[in-house]
Structure formats: structure tokens, C-alpha cells
């Protein structure tokens, strides 16, 4: 099979081009994820750039996203595939109204045939990666969601790339495509996926690192006060907060005092504009005592 | 290639890293594909296909660099220069070069201890990677005093190093002189921190190059031996380093959610209630009058009511703050948590703990407001169980689950057991957590015997991985 990248650093250089700043941790589980065939399981705190990995590297491949979000009480129906049973009471209706007619000869094995067949089939995200002609990317998202037996589902389709339907038999996967989940560690996942999967953990970057994100996001703002902005953040994340700063906050923040055509960041600005990066009462509190009032 | 990796592999082990075959097996693969000069690339490719918790880690880096920092480590820092190249445009066809300057340096001669003073400040100021490693490694080779064959750890180096480095001068000093004149207090705070941090990294290129040479002299695995680290989920909570406390709070915080999360899942997937006939009727009209669809009635989810009942003496301080950060976390969880702490008297804390959303605020609170002192200020747990009995027993319903923690250690005073009987028969549950280690149980005036007659289990809860069995039993 054709492979995706030719090396790690061609990762980097190609995910910089879609806007995604990627460090050698990321590139190098993405340039084995293509090599290995194999899933990447995506951890970190939110807002950390897990799904928004994805969906670039999509784009970078020019490739469809499908995305199967879970949630609790996600099932083999939403996530793999489902019979639609609609088409097929018509049908057997159809089916009826003629033999009446023809006084006739359809046996239940005859329908049986016709309508468990492909045409009746409701693809699901998982189904439709695998059985897709075209280059996809399939996100997994927030897998932790989803209660441990469901986890079994996405088994056999993330080892063995295949779905086994009952009635119709195996479907193996044409392409094997680009798997990524993500997950948001609100509880263990199971020993059986870890293992079939490429583990990546993302956490908050380093103030240089998202001084670049945002000069990359936000090309009009200075360079001084990306380099504040990211100084700030850092510093906000080092107190003891019950939800820290997530990059999309400090792009919200960068941007608000952009259009509030602020060169730098005082007391005062921080003071004003906090909310957007602090969320609780609390935090916000916490905050304005260490930093604002010294 | 194959024995450093299989040695790497066994140490990973040795630490507690749960590495299966297939791991193994993909990370060899993984080496296979990727460009084996990119040291980074290397790292994070094993990472990759070997961890498998974000806790894990710390350890994986620290085997990783005692393994393949091989002493021909310039190959790898000139790899590592051109994989930051994507990021540094401008750097990365200096970097290389001068990496090889430096070396070049190291073999003709050293520096004297100004020289080092300003390649340090200078590294500090800059906090380019290239100066810094070149300042450790002076640093090191000045004042390190690596003795060959001396079984000793890094940390002994580093400290000896650091000291007479007088790094903590020196940053002060990089702080005040690098800072803009017309800064504000609050341009020079954020200043100030990045200057920490810059030298928090130059600590770590010192104790990376004080291992690239222990490694030198005694070989990988036995240093990989002197610095194995326990994982954080292994550490006793009783003998915790400060460093080891911090990490352990740190877990504890997503254990408390992840206790609720899991409580909330449980209680919605429960058995059903009874069948709801009217519900059951009104669906079947959609389905022609066929009771196609049966409904049942939404069980009442029960509200148990917790009593923690903490020994916080100096024995089990450290013990004692872990358990009451989890019943702080999970105070919003649980509809009706009360906590008691006691030493020799016992008091009630719930209101220290709910209203305070700042735990070591709460913490401060109870210490200098709890009464909990009676007498002479050393556990008696026959004191601290009568008081309870008196005060809050009539309280303990058939609803309460009671947890007790301590290591009933009580000083050779009045057991009084038939209290801890008491609650015991009126509770719901009554559980006893020991942080101490079971073989020590029932020696010295530790009376563990008598009271575990009284509760329906007791369990030893010496480090993070024993509370969460233990937590999730409960929930």
C-alpha cells in the first residue's frame, strides 16, 4: 500500500502548511500511525488541539472527515451500521401486494435474500470508513464517553479495519484510513483499545510554542504582544485553577484585545478582559489576586 | 540496536510500565520506519507505541535517556538541531555548527569559574538550548566532582553542582539585570517567571549531562537502577516527598471525577423500576394498541449519606490530607458528606471543607479551628470514638456509610471498642482504612485487631492505586 508521509519531518512541515503547529511528539505518532496501521488514542485536557488534529490532518491529506462523536448510550446502530427497517416493510409490503397478485411463488428464503442486502444497509461513521473509495480520515471523538461494553464495538474495526454483520457476512476495509480518538480522560479506558493503539498525549505548549500558534492563527497581531499574551496564559496556567486557560481562550483572548486595539497587556486590560480566559467565579478570582493586585 | 532496546524494555518493566508484546513488537516496527539519527523522533516514536498513560511518562523519559544517550552524543545533538527546524527558521543552520564548536571546545579547555559565571548568565538570558547545554556540561565538569565508580545517584551530583553554582544568585541576578528599565511590577513578574524557567531547563540539561557521564562510567543499567522512581501511583503516601505529594494531588483531582462520572453511570444503567402502566399504555397507541414498548418506572436514586472520620495526628498527616482532598472533590458529588477529623478530641469539618472551594484554604481552617485537641495532642482513638458516640452517633443511620482512617495507633490508651461497635451496627457500612502496611498491623500500640472485629471490611490504603480500588468499590 501507498504510504501517506514520507517522514516525520514532512508531517511537521505539511500540518505548518494547514495552520497546525505540530510538535515531534505528534508528528511522529501521525507518521506511524500511516506506517503501523494502527489507531492514535488522543489524551490531554480540553482544549488542547486533540480534535482539531484531525481534523487538519484531513485537510492536509485532502481527505473526508467522518466523525462518530460519541456520547453515552452510543450503540452498534449509531456508530457501525443499522438495517433500515422502514425500506424494508415496504418492500416485504411491495413483496405481499404482488404475490397476491401473481398468486405467488416468493418464498420467505427469496426475501429473506432480498432484503438483508447491501441496498437495505444504513452505514454508520465506523461502516462507512472502512467501506469508503475515497480517501477519509476517521475521528473518534471523546471515546471515554462511551460505557466500557461499548467500547468492544470499536474492537474489531480498530485492529482488524473490518465490520462483521450477521446477516451479510465480513466487510473488509478497502483502504485502511487514518484513525484518530481522542479522549478527555474521564476514566480509564479499556487494556484491549489502549493496546491496539498509538498513544499520544497532548498537553498545554510551552509560552514559545503558542506565541507561535497565535501568530500563526492571528497573522495581524504584533509580535511583542503574542509574546505577552502567551507569557500571560503561561503564568495563569501555573496557579492552581480548577479549569486552566485552553489554546482556543487564548486565541479568544489575543483576538478581543486586538479589536480592542491594545499594544500590550497591563493590570488593567487583564483585569477587563479575564473573563474570556477564565471561566469560574473562582478562577477568575484566584487569578486577579495573584497577578492584577501585587 | 536490538540488546539496548531489549535492555531499555526490561527497565521500562522494572520501573512498573505495563508493556505487553504487542508494544514491543510495535515499537521495534516503529524503528524500522523512522530516521534513526532524529533522537527526538526516536523518543517520541517509542513513546508512542509504548505508553499508554499519560502518567507513565516522567519514567519513559528517564529511561530513555539513560539508555540511548550514547556518548557519541553530538550525532544526536546535531539531529535534534535540524528536527526543531521547522519551528526555528532562522536557528537551525547555526545550531548544528555551533554544537560542533562547542565540542570541539570541551576537548581543548576548560573554563574558569567567571568564564562559567558568564556562560551560565549568558545561557539564562538567551535560554537557547545550544548555550545551555554548553553551560551545563562546564558546570558539571567544574564542579560535579563525578568520582568514578562511586555508587551514588544523580541527584547528589546535581545537588553538589547547583550549590556551588549559586544558581539561585545568578537567576535573581539574569532577572533583575535582562528585565526592561521602564518595566511595570507587572512586566517584570512575567519576566521573572521566564527566567525560572529557563533555568528549571538549564537544571535539566545539568542532570542530563551528570547522567550522559554516570552512564559513561558504570553503564546503563546500573544507573537506570539508582534512579528508578516509583510511579506516582505506587508511592507510599506516608514517606511522599514533597515533589511526590504534588504529583499525587494532582491525580487525585481527575480521580474524583472520574468516581463521579462512573457513580452518575451507574446509578442511570441500574435495574429498572416497576412497570409504569400508564406510560406503557399511552406508547402502545403508536403501535396499533400493541404494548410493543414496555415502560418502567425511573428508580429513586438513593442518597448515601458519608461520614469520614479522619485521624489527622502527625503519624498519618500526610495520609490524613490525601483522604480529605478526595472527600473535598467528591463533596459535590455525593448528596451528604461529613467529615470529622480528631487527634485525641474530635470535631466536625464539614463546613471548613464545603465553603472553602480552595482545599489548602480549608485545610488551613480546620488545622487552626478544629477542635480536636483534648488532652496532650496524641491519638486516643477510645477518646476520639467516645466523643463521636456522644455527639453525632444518633445521627449514623441505616442510610450512612462510615469510613474511618487511620492506622489505630492509639498510644496505649482505652480502646473502646463497643463505641466503634456502636456505629458500626447502626451504620449501613462501616470501612476502615489503614495506611499503613498490613505486616504492621497489631504490632506496637497499633490495635488494629479489636476494632476490624467492628467493621464490615478493612482495607489497606497506602498509596493512590489502593484509594481508587478502594473508591470504586464503594461507588
Redesign the interface.
Given at each position: 500500500m501507498e504510504h501517506r508521509f514520507e517522514?516525520?519531518?514532512s508531517v511537521?512541515?505539511r500540518l505548518?502548511d494547514v495552520d497546525y503547529?505540530a510538535d515531534?511528539?505528534t508528528?511522529?505518532?501521525s507518521?506511524?500511525a500511516d506506517?503501523?496501521g494502527?489507531p492514535?488514542l488522543v489524551?490531554?485536557p480540553a482544549g488542547t488541539g486533540k480534535t482539531q488534529l484531525a481534523k487538519s490532518v484531513a485537510e492536509m491529506l485532502g481527505a473526508r472527515l467522518l466523525r462518530l462523536q460519541c456520547y453515552?448510550g452510543l450503540d452498534e446502530a449509531k456508530a457501525l451500521y443499522e438495517w433500515n427497517y422502514k425500506k424494508q416493510l415496504l418492500r416485504i409490503q411491495v413483496e405481499n401486494a404482488q404475490a397476491a397478485a401473481d398468486a405467488g411463488s416468493s418464498t420467505w428464503q427469496q426475501m429473506q435474500d432480498d432484503i438483508f442486502t447491501e441496498d437495505f444497509l444504513l452505514s454508520r461513521p465506523l461502516l462507512e470508513a472502512i467501506t469508503a473509495q475515497d480517501p477519509v480520515v476517521l475521528l473518534i471523538d471523546e471515546v471515554d464517553r462511551v460505557?466500557i461494553e461499548t467500547e468492544a464495538l470499536l474492537l474489531e474495526i480498530l485492529s482488524d479495519y473490518q465490520v462483521s454483520i450477521p446477516e451479510l457476512g465480513t466487510i473488509k476495509a478497502k483502504q485502511i484510513p487514518l484513525v484518530f480518538l481522542t479522549s478527555n480522560?474521564?476514566?480509564?479506558l479499556s487494556?484491549a483499545l489502549?493496546?491496539r493503539c498509538?498513544?499520544?498525549?497532548m498537553?498545554y505548549p510551552d509560552?514559545l510554542?503558542e506565541q507561535?500558534i497565535i501568530q500563526t492563527k492571528l497573522p495581524e497581531i504584533s509580535q511583542q504582544l503574542a509574546e505577552?499574551v502567551a507569557?500571560?496564559v503561561?503564568?495563569i496556567r501555573?496557579l492552581d485553577l480548577?479549569k486552566d486557560p485552553s489554546i482556543s481562550e487564548t486565541l479568544d483572548w489575543a483576538q478581543t484585545l486586538l479589536l480592542l486595539g491594545k499594544q500590550s497587556?497591563?493590570?488593567e486590560v487583564?483585569d477587563q478582559t479575564l473573563t474570556v480566559l477564565c471561566k469560574y467565579r473562582?478562577d477568575i478570582e484566584?487569578v486577579q489576586k495573584e497577578?492584577v493586585i501585587? | 540496536m536490538i540488546e539496548t532496546v531489549d535492555a531499555f524494555f526490561d527497565e521500562l518493566r522494572a520501573v512498573g510500565l505495563?508493556i505487553?508484546v504487542?508494544?514491543k513488537t510495535?515499537a521495534l516496527?516503529?524503528l524500522t520506519?523512522?530516521?534513526l539519527s532524529?533522537r527526538?523522533?526516536v523518543?517520541?516514536?517509542l513513546?508512542?507505541?509504548v505508553?499508554?498513560?499519560?502518567d507513565h511518562?516522567e519514567a519513559f523519559h528517564t529511561a530513555f535517556d539513560i539508555f540511548f544517550s550514547s556518548t557519541k552524543r553530538n550525532d544526536f545533538d546535531a539531529g535534534e538541531g535540524?528536527?526543531t527546524?521547522?519551528?526555528e527558521g532562522e536557528d537551525s543552520e547555526e545550531e548544528p555548527v555551533r554544537t560542533e564548536q562547542t565540542s570541539g571546545q570541551e576537548t581543548q579547555h576548560s573554563l574558569d569559574d567567571d568564564e562559567l559565571r558568564s556562560a551560565v548568565q549568558h545561557a539564562l538570558t538567551t535560554g537557547e538550548e545550544s548555550s545551555l547545554r554548553y553551560s551545563a556540561r562546564h558546570a558539571v565538569r567544574n564542579y560535579g566532582d563525578i568520582v568514578a565508580g562511586r555508587p551514588v545517584g544523580v541527584n547528589y551530583y546535581l545537588f553538589k553542582t547547583l550549590r556551588k553554582l549559586h544558581l539561585d544568585e545568578l537567576v535573581a541576578q539574569v532577572a533583575e539585570d535582562s528585565a526592561a528599565v521602564d518595566a511595570?511590577?507587572?512586566e517584570k513578574?512575567?519576566h521573572e517567571?521566564?527566567v525560572k524557567?529557563v533555568a528549571q531547563e538549564f537544571k535539566k540539561a545539568v542532570e542530563d549531562e551528570i547522567r550522559r557521564r554516570l552512564v559513561a562510567d558504570r553503564g546503563s543499567a546500573a544507573v537506570a537502577k539508582t534512579l528508578r522512581q516509583t510511579l506516582t501511583e505506587d508511592v507510599d503516601f506516608i514517606h511522599a516527598s514533597k515533589e511526590e505529594m504534588a504529583a499525587i494531588t494532582d491525580a487525585i483531582k481527575?480521580l474524583a471525577?472520574?468516581i463521579a462520572?462512573?457513580l452518575a453511570?451507574k446509578r442511570?444503567?441500574k435495574r429498572r423500576g416497576t412497570l409504569d402502566f400508564r406510560s406503557t399504555m399511552r406508547h402502545s397507541l403508536s403501535y396499533g394498541g400493541v404494548p410493543a414498548e414496555v415502560k418502567y418506572r425511573q428508580q429513586r436514586p438513593a442518597k448515601p449519606e458519608i461520614f469520614v472520620i479522619a485521624d489527622i495526628s502527625g503519624s498519618v498527616a500526610s495520609f490524613a490530607r490525601f483522604t480529605l482532598y478526595l472527600v473535598h472533590a467528591l463533596a459535590s458529588q455525593f448528596s451528604n458528606v461529613r467529615s470529622f477529623v480528631f487527634i485525641d478530641g474530635l470535631d466536625e469539618v464539614t463546613n471548613y471543607l464545603a465553603e472553602n472551594?480552595?482545599f489548602d484554604q480549608a485545610l488551613a481552617l480546620v488545622n487552626q479551628q478544629a477542635d480536636v485537641v483534648w488532652t496532650d495532642g496524641h491519638s486516643n482513638y477510645g477518646h476520639a470514638l467516645e466523643v463521636f458516640d456522644q455527639k453525632y452517633s444518633g445521627e449514623v443511620t441505616k442510610k450512612s456509610t462510615v469510613l474511618f482512617l487511620g492506622d489505630a495507633r492509639n498510644n496505649y490508651h482505652e480502646t473502646n471498642v463497643e463505641a466503634l461497635a456502636q456505629i458500626g451496627k447502626k451504620a449501613r457500612k462501616l470501612f476502615w482504612l489503614n495506611p499503613e502496611p498490613k505486616p504492621y498491623w497489631d504490632t506496637g500500640d497499633s490495635i488494629m485487631e479489636p476494632y476490624s472485629q467492628c467493621c464490615d471490611q478493612v482495607f489497606e490504603v497506602r498509596n493512590l492505586q489502593q484509594l481508587e480500588k478502594f473508591v470504586d468499590n464503594l461507588a
Open positions: 517522514s516525520v519531518s511537521q512541515k505548518l503547529l515531534e511528539a508528528a511522529s505518532a507518521f506511524l506506517r503501523l494502527k492514535i489524551e490531554g453515552e460505557e480522560n474521564t476514566r480509564e487494556e489502549k493496546r498509538l498513544f499520544l498525549h498537553d509560552a510554542r507561535q505577552q507569557a500571560v503561561a503564568s501555573a480548577k497587556i497591563d493590570t487583564l473562582s484566584k497577578l501585587t | 505495563p505487553s504487542t508494544e510495535d516496527q516503529a520506519v523512522i530516521d532524529n527526538c523522533v523518543r517520541e516514536s513513546a508512542a507505541t505508553i499508554k498513560k499519560a511518562k535540524l528536527s527546524e521547522v519551528f511595570t511590577d507587572f513578574r512575567l517567571e521566564h524557567k481527575p471525577r472520574k462520572v462512573r453511570r442511570r444503567n472551594e480552595d
